[in-house]
């Protein structure tokens, strides 16, 4: 985004929710759907979407002005994306991922209660299990055509059993499945997520090798050994101290030499300002999460070292492809474990007691 130096730059970044409005509105009014695969005049469908003539020319002509829509005399239909993603009907649609989106709009308006009070719209990732079910489908529909593409390039050759922890859908483990043909995965999560994440695993051929362990890695330990733990999107839900805990459990339930890696919204820089897109999903956690936050390389990296990670490293994947830019880390254990402070104390009496003898 271009830096704000002018009145007018002002203005034009206020005058910057006219699109998405337009667009929610759509969402709103089930238009893509509504439209389909079939041309329609403004009238025919006006009539169809119980909206005035009006309205409804001026929405088609700002959709179509942005290739949403296709004009064809005085008739409209779908672009390739109204007539997959954003159509119910269609089998590409994202739905639960465009209701978290519609939903978004409201909550962000509350924002300036939320810079007030410091607390979230609702309580901390509510645990009703119909919510918890429409926000992983929603996960689901938001990474599913990222994470190939993101397991495409993260190597973990020589890596048998992985954890996606706080997996939720679990299209990230079945994204490494998929790309590793002997690894075996476990997704853990709290129980309704799970529930998505298998009948997500039962359409796809490497889902039988992906497992399922609930848990509340925030509160228990992880059960189970593992080469490789991926944890993507979850370091930001939750406080400083909350993550140094984490990555301790994480670290337990590592085999020696194993790697955890991270994908968030890194800050890249000192200040933590930039990539400004991660500077804004702070203000997302801000709306929604009790503690949570974005931060920077520089902090995370301290933690994993807090927690025995020896060797911390930005994976870089191609321009464009990963979840977020520069957003994930690697952070791998020792290959042998360092001798805990009471078995050094025993071999030192031991080595003392054989220079006696
Ligand atoms: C934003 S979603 C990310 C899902 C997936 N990892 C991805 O990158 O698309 C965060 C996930 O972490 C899970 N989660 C957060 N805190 C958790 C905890 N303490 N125990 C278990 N799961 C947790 C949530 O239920 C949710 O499925």
């Known amino acids: 985004m271009t830096p704000i130096r002018t009145f007018e730059d002002f203005r034009d970044a206020v005058s910057a929710y006219r699109l998405p409005r337009i667009l929610i509105t759509a969402l709103e009014l089930n238009l893509f759907t509504v439209i389909s695969g079939r041309s329609w005049t403004v009238p025919t469908l006006a009539r169809r979407l119980r909206v005035s003539r ?6 088609c002509r700002n959709l179509t002005s942005i290739g949403l829509l296709k004009k064809q005399g005085s008739s409209y239909r779908n672009g ?5 993603e954003l159509n119910a009907k ?4 994202r739905g639960a991922y465009l209701r978290l989106l519609k939903n978004h709009w409201v909550d962000w308006s509350h924002l300036t209660e939320q810079v007030r009070s410091g607390k979230p719209l609702e309580d901390d990732e509510p645990d009703a299990a119909a919510y918890r079910r429409e926000f992983t489908w929603a996960m689901h529909h938001r990474s599913m055509e990222v994470a190939p ?3 495409a390039q993260v190597d973990i050759k020589g890596a048998q059993t992985f954890l996606d922890l706080g997996g939720g859908p679990g299209t990230y483990a079945l994204a490494f499945l998929a790309k590793n043909p002997r690894l075996q995965a476990t997704v853990a999560d709290r129980a309704p997520a799970l529930e998505v994440a298998r009948e997500i695993a039962a359409t796809v051929s490497q889902g039988n090798r992906l497992s399922y362990v609930p848990v509340d890695f925030v509160r228990q330990t992880i059960p189970g050994t593992y080469d490789v733990i991926w944890y993507s999107n979850v370091l930001h839900i939750y406080s400083p101290e909350e993550n140094r805990q984490v990555f301790r459990r994480a670290a337990a339930a590592l085999n020696p030499g194993g790697r955890l890696l991270i994908q968030d919204a890194f800050l890249q820089d000192a200040d933590g300002l930039y990539p400004q897109e991660a500077n804004l999903f702070a203000v997302t956690m ?8 974005t931060y920077t390389v520089k902090e995370t990296t301290t933690w994993l070292r807090l927690a025995g990670f020896v060797r911390v490293r930005p994976v870089q994947l191609r321009a464009g492809t990963g979840d977020w830019d520069g957003g994930i880390l690697e952070a791998s254990l020792p290959v042998r474990r360092p001798r805990s402070r009471a078995r ?12 006696r003898r």
Not at 80 to 84: A, C, F, I, N, T
Not at 286 to 293: E, P, V, W
């Open 286 to 293: 801000l709306l929604f999460t009790k503690r949570g936050n």
């Open 149 to 151: 593409k993101v397991a």
């Open 90 to 93: 269609s089998p590409r649609y």
């Open 54 to 59: 009006r309205g409804l020319d001026i929405l």
């Open 344 to 355: 050094r104390g025993q071999s030192a009496k031991n080595s003392s007691a054989r220079s």
């Open 80 to 84: 390739p994306l109204g007539s997959g």
